[in-house]
């Protein structure tokens, strides 16, 4: 949720290679400066364990030699991405927080086509994880669009981890992942794989031309984008930021907002105390003043 993160709870640790405070301290603040998430102490172990396997993967004997190898020059261009791939996990799912598609559109998207007849709706799906969220967006859009000729969309999914964008591109589930979507939806937006026994569904081909994926720090002053937006879903993503970090990014975030758009957040983050001209008008979900 950049679609919710997290240091990994899981995983196995190769007790060849111990993470010693001083090497624990380089990277929890090195990763707090290149991507916003807090790194305190109790996450050593977990930290650990993830790193492992790039140990491993690049024949290393100690978190001092990998230490020292990510912060040179050829390690920030060969090591980063892989590196923040490993420490960042991602949990998402098809229609998860229901009661916001139902206000997006009962409220926000009549509204939207009023003042925007012919329009096309940019919408970004910011911490977009595998996927989930921007093809649940495409599925709600597109159900709208059929009751509403003339409306079109697009769609923005991003991540700071390549991994995750690698497989929300594929658009390739299991049938456990998709269960909450409506049988109505399934049937229209998903397609069996030709082994039935695969037990996988892809999204098809009209609802993923709708979402353009790309990789994207919020750490980056601009976000790297010149467009402005409608609507911003950044839903249990800034949870994992402390509070001076969440505000500088929702500061970002409204001046990619065009006025009277939506930011919906997840239903753990609230806006209160932040220094930021946003409206809530709905539960976890807030407004730029026109």
């Known amino acids: 949720m950049q679609a919710a993160r997290a240091i990994m709870e899981e995983g196995v640790i190769d007790h060849s290679a111990t993470l010693s405070a001083r090497d624990f301290g380089r990277l929890s ?14 996450k050593k172990t977990m930290l650990e ?18 230490c020292d190898f990510l912060f040179s020059a050829a390690g920030m261009e060969q090591e980063l991405v892989p590196m923040l791939d490993m420490v960042t996990t991602n949990k998402t799912d098809f229609f998860r927080e229901p009661e916001h598609f139902n206000y997006l559109t ?96 892809r999204i098809v081909p009209e609802l993923r031309d709708k979402v353009r994926f790309r990789r994207l720090n919020f750490m980056d002053d601009d976000f790297g984008m010149r467009e402005h937006l409608d609507i911003i879903f950044c839903r249990n993503v800034i949870i994992y930021f402390d509070r001076p970090t969440q505000e500088k990014l929702l500061q970002r975030f409204h001046r990619h907002m065009k006025p009277g758009s939506y930011i919906f957040m997840g239903h753990s983050e609230t806006l209160s105390g932040l220094d930021v001209p946003l409206v809530s008008v709905y539960p976890t979900v807030y407004r730029r003043p026109r």
């Open 106 to 201: 009962q409220t926000v998207l009549p509204e939207w086509v009023k003042r925007h007849p012919g329009g096309t709706l940019a919408i970004w799906s910011a911490g977009c994880s595998s996927g989930e969220e921007p093809y649940t967006l495409s599925m709600v859009l597109s159900e709208f669009a059929l009751r509403n000729p003339g409306f079109d969309f697009r769609i923005l999914a991003t991540d700071i981890s390549t991994r995750v964008l690698d497989k929300a591109k594929t658009a390739i589930y299991t049938e456990s992942q998709v269960e909450p979507v409506a049988m109505e939806l399934k049937k229209k937006y998903l397609l069996r794989s030709k082994d039935r026994s695969s037990g996988m569904v």
């Open 49 to 66: 364990a993830r790193l492992q396997k790039r140990l491993r993967s690049l024949g290393m004997h100690s978190f001092t030699d990998y």
């Open 29 to 42: 603040r090195f990763i707090y400066d290149t991507c916003g998430i807090k790194m305190p102490e109790v």
